[in-house]
């Protein structure tokens, strides 16, 4: 069965430290993959997404996100972290049949 | 655009009643998805309907159903509730159903069942 897997349940960093959360994924065919976030009080959003192309993906308040196809892996990066930047992340994939599966989320909490 | 919106935002039910929750997308998009957001497990994928059809549906029971109207607009139930449905009820939306799209949520309805 089709899975996302999110290594951290919770990381705890002070602010300018460097972030990176873990996601892999269960599928050895064409996948979409995405991050999203949902801050405090907040809806959850998109901070990117990847389905073709540069592998480095760019997206919204400094994240970014590598897809790496023999690890498959989808991790989300960010150089340096800031107190806004708490939320919970959460790491998703589409497989192509309208139906995506999501990790179980990663809490981050930036000490200011 | 105005959101995607979710009503009621908050339920309190009691073991073996039934529940109906709506969501209407935001203008235009055809695509409605439902997930059952739980501490702990993420969100759970329930259903996905477009113009009205339900094309793919997650590993839940029987007891969780939905439908979806001409204006794109949809509702879930569960009927025979349980302890264990107690969750954030979440709904997205998205423009059409490429598996690239980005989906659009709302703000869910907390069920909690007694």
């Known amino acids: 069965a089709q899975s996302v897997s999110q290594h951290n349940h919770h990381v705890i960093l002070s602010e300018a430290a460097s972030l990176e959360l873990g996601c892999n994924y269960s599928?050895?065919?064409?996948?979409?993959l995405f991050w999203y976030v949902q801050y405090p009080g907040q809806h959850l959003q998109l901070l990117l997404k990847?389905?073709?192309?540069?592998?480095l993906v760019k997206g919204i308040k400094g994240f970014e996100a590598e897809f790496i196809k023999s690890k498959f892996s989808f991790n989300l990066r960010k150089p340096s972290v800031q107190w806004s930047d708490t939320a919970e992340y959460f790491c998703?994939?589409?497989?192509?049949?309208?139906?995506?599966?999501f990790g179980a989320g990663t809490r981050l909490f930036v000490k200011a | 655009k105005a959101g995607v919106t979710q009503t009621p935002r908050y339920l309190i039910k009691t073991r073996g009643q039934q529940v109906t929750l709506s969501c209407s997308p935001i203008?235009?998009?055809?695509?409605v998805s439902w997930y059952q957001q739980t501490p702990g497990q993420g969100l759970q994928f329930l259903f996905e309907?477009?113009?009205?059809?339900?094309?793919n549906k997650g590993n839940f029971p029987g007891r969780f159903s939905g439908r979806q109207f001409s204006n794109s607009r949809s509702e879930m139930n569960v009927s025979t509730l349980e302890l264990g449905d107690s969750a954030l009820y979440l709904c997205?939306?998205?423009?059409?159903?490429?598996?690239?799209?980005?989906?659009?949520f709302g703000p869910g309805t907390r069920l909690t069942v007694l």
């Open positions: 997205a939306s998205s423009a059409d159903r490429a598996s690239t799209d980005t989906q659009y």
């Open positions: 599928y050895g065919g064409t996948v979409n």
């Open positions: 203008s235009g998009h055809r695509s």
């Open positions: 309907y477009f113009s009205e059809t339900q094309r």
């Open positions: 998703a994939a589409n497989t192509g049949g309208f139906k995506t599966i």
């Open positions: 990847y389905f073709s192309g540069d592998p």
